[in-house]
């Protein structure tokens, strides 16, 4: 199926002040699947920026395990770096 979703980990964390969000998305292309990271900060009611999301992407093979244990391991990693797990949603 194309670009569907097979797994997403939402995690936040407050740095010097500044809330933070980083998203892990595992998605389904015609032809592999791929892994995206966003990162960007938390916006309070009211607030607006400019600044564009940091996005990391990596491609793999056909296989689906072989993206979502790659998802799974930066999921582990970023807890390991002091990020909270707000959800995760395997599909």
């Known amino acids: 199926m194309e670009k569907q979703v097979h797994y997403k980990c939402t ?26 990271i966003f990162e960007g900060e938390l916006l309070r009611s009211g607030q607006s920026t400019s600044a564009q999301p940091y996005v990391k992407s990596v491609s793999f093979p056909p296989t689906r395990d072989a993206a979502r244990a790659a998802a799974g391991e930066e999921t582990r990693k970023s807890v390991a770096a002091g990020w909270i797990l707000v959800q995760s949603v395997e599909r």
């Open 11 to 36: 995690l936040h964390r407050d740095s010097r002040g500044q809330g933070r969000y980083r998203e892990i998305e595992v998605v389904e292309h015609t032809d592999h699947f791929e892994l995206l």
